[in-house]
């Protein structure tokens, strides 16, 4: 398992900000969007000495990073939008917790995004959102196409994505974000159902590592959506004033899915749970056969190990040694013995 790496708390200067991810094989790139009902433009090559203030009041902008593994860049366009330095750090520390804060300008959201890779493992990525009165700043761990049908809906005037406010466009953005949890739930839905069947049919020891892996990444998602069930929360009961009244049934529908989300990750859980709880009872009922076995054969040979043990003594005043047919008695005896045994055991049901 890899180490969590944290950021440094006792330096010397608190405004040295330090990226605890993985680094980015690509450069970093930005993109700006601004956008009203009646206009629209779009930067693909946006670059930080060209922002300024979002001055047009009657426009949205949307300005969108890939790679925060410059420090130095992602440093220098808050500050020159007045976000806070703690915020700057929270984007930089990709172990951040999907967290909600207000500021008096500002309203800064951090969630996971959680997609399935092809090797049963889970790809993680860190998306922060700062967002301000006339804009949407978004800042992804990693270049990746999540909010590609969003920019169309711009693009092409679809939806109402240009016609509301920038907390609208917030909404959207946190929508494409949870999709990505259906996403995964989706994808290891069937196989969770496939590898607990197989355990019904021939459990194998090899099946409980993958239930086991199937488990932990059913409960990493879950501890990544609880939190962003509490913060959309606290959006939808309006403890925040950013987010405009007529907007909020929207934000309302995010929590109904994600509780919905939480639901199918509780579901997927306890199935798995079943085929764990399954996988030992059948390993114990095996066990429970074999030792049902063992004690039926061991049961059987007693008497006749008794019984041989007898006429094993070395004794010379034993009648029975000199009787002609005695030896083809004693065998009798022992059949019939086995038999009645067999027959009292198969009333009892033990086999």
């Avoid at 330096?11 to 990226?19: A, G, R, S, T, V």
């Avoid at 978004?138 to 092409?156: C, G, L, T, V, Y």
């Avoid at 005037?157 to 974000?177: C, M, N, Q, S, V």
């Avoid at 749970?273 to 030992?280: C, E, H, M, P, T």
Wanted: glycine share 4%; proline share 3%; net charge negative.
């Amino acid at each position: 398992m890899k180490k969590r790496k944290r950021p440094k708390i006792k330096k010397l200067d608190p405004f040295e900000f330090e990226y605890t991810g993985e680094n980015n094989p690509e450069k970093t790139s930005m993109q700006l969007f601004q956008f009203s009902k009646d206009t629209y433009s779009e930067n693909k090559d946006f670059e930080e000495k060209d922002l300024t203030e979002f001055a047009d009041l009657q426009s949205v902008y949307w300005l969108n990073t890939h790679g925060i593994d410059d420090v130095e860049l992602i440093k220098n366009i808050c500050y020159k939008l007045d976000i806070h330095r703690l915020v700057v750090q929270d984007i930089l520390d990709t172990n951040q917790r999907t967290k909600l804060q207000e500021f008096e300008k500002y309203l800064f959201f951090s969630v996971k995004s959680i997609l399935p890779t092809d090797d049963n493992k889970l790809r993680i990525e860190q998306i922060s959102f700062i967002l301000g009165s006339n804009y949407v700043l978004s800042f992804q761990e990693r270049p990746a196409d999540f909010f590609e049908h969003i920019r169309q809906r711009i693009r092409e005037y679809k939806g109402l994505a240009r016609e509301r406010t920038a907390d609208f466009l917030l909404y959207l953005l946190l929508e494409a974000i949870l999709d990505n949890y259906f996403t995964t739930l989706e994808e290891l839905e069937p196989k969770i159902y496939e590898v607990v069947t197989i355990t019904e049919s021939d459990p194998d020891p090899k099946i409980m590592l993958e239930i086991e892996n199937f488990k932990k990444l059913i409960l990493q998602t879950k501890r990544s959506l609880s939190p962003l069930f509490e913060a959309i929360s606290s959006i939808e009961k309006a403890i925040s004033g950013k987010i405009q009244p007529k907007h909020l049934k929207y934000f309302s529908d995010l929590k109904d899915q994600c509780s919905q989300a939480l639901e199918n990750c509780e579901a997927l859980i306890q199935r798995l749970d079943s085929g764990s709880n399954l996988f030992f009872s059948v390993q114990g009922h095996r066990m429970n056969q074999v030792m049902k076995t063992l004690t039926i054969v061991t049961s059987i040979f007693i008497p006749l190990s008794f019984i041989a043990g007898v006429y094993g003594m070395n004794f010379s005043n034993m009648p029975e040694l000199t009787y002609q047919y005695g030896y083809f008695v004693v065998l009798g005896i022992m059949a019939v013995l086995i038999t009645s045994m067999l027959i009292f055991f198969k009333k009892q049901k033990w086999f």
